[in-house]
T-cell receptor, first 116, second 112 residues
Framework: GAVVSQHPSWVICKSGTSVKIECRSL??????MFWYRQFPKQSLMLMAT?????????EQGVEKDKFLINHASLTLSTLTVTSAHPEDSSFYIC????????????FGPGTRLTVL | GENVEQHPSTLSVQEGDSAVIKCTYS??????FPWYKQELGKGPQLIID?????GEKKDQRIAVTLNKTAKHFSLHITETQPEDSAVYFC???????????FGTGTSLTVIP
């Protein structure tokens, strides 16, 4: 099956700093990538959808200036949490797929972000 | 938009027993229903899925049933094993679309 990787798997940072998380599709070209946030014992909350070469579409309530998403190639999307605060601490998961083919969406292993 | 509800939120079963998790959805346009298993600290992994043109699908100890009329689908795990312990999420989507609508998750514990 298709493999999606995330890097780093965990990160600890100080409040006020920015953190970049990478999501890569290793063996297929992903026209669409999704970023989710998951709080402990809760479901996945979609933050934004990004299509290669265009601006990301953010879900209601997600600050686009705080969570910068770049999808510059068919195999890489990045999420940058800018000026991180402790409330941004969470588990961030990406998924990659082909536009219009939801059944071929594959999830990454997640990144645990802790902001001190 | 789509609303997916999942029950129960927690489930404990004895090893060897069966486990059933149920989901309902609201949008009749949804036609793709995957189930994911998420272990602690990891991303979701697809374990089985079903499309609306079939009523049941089975893969070894795992099966999924779909009732389009009632808009509900269920995950059945037979002969449960301790390694089945995890959080399970159902989801609904329109096959030609992008977005998944996830259920709230079920934490399954299989007691040895």
């Amino acid at each position: 099956g298709a493999v999606v990787s995330q890097h780093p798997s965990w990160v600890i940072c100080k409040s006020g700093t920015s953190v970049k998380i990478e999501c890569r599709s290793l063996d297929f070209q992903a026209t669409t990538m999704f970023w989710y946030r998951q709080f402990p014992k809760q479901s996945l909350m979609l933050m934004a959808t990004s299509n290669e070469g265009s601006k990301a579409t953010y879900e209601q309530g997600v600050e686009k200036d705080k969570f910068l998403i770049n999808h510059a190639s068919l195999t890489l999307s990045t999420l940058t949490v800018t000026s991180a605060h402790p409330e941004d601490s969470s588990f961030y998961i990406c998924s990659a797929g082909i536009s219009g083919r939801a059944y071929e969406q594959f999830f990454g292993p997640g990144t645990r972000l802790t902001v001190l | 938009g789509e609303n997916v509800e999942q029950h129960p939120s927690t489930l404990s079963v004895q090893e060897g027993d069966s486990a059933v998790i149920k989901c309902t959805y609201s949008d009749s346009a949804s036609n793709y229903f995957p189930w994911y298993k998420q272990e602690l600290g990891k991303g979701p992994q697809l374990i089985i899925d079903i499309r609306s043109n079939v009523g049941e699908k089975k893969d070894q100890r795992i099966a999924v049933t779909l009732n389009k009329t009632a808009k509900h689908f269920s995950l059945h795990i037979t002969e449960t094993q301790p390694e089945d312990s995890a959080v399970y999420f159902c989801a609904a989507s329109f096959e030609g679309g992008n977005q998944f609508y996830f259920g709230t998750g079920t934490s399954l514990t299989v007691i040895p």
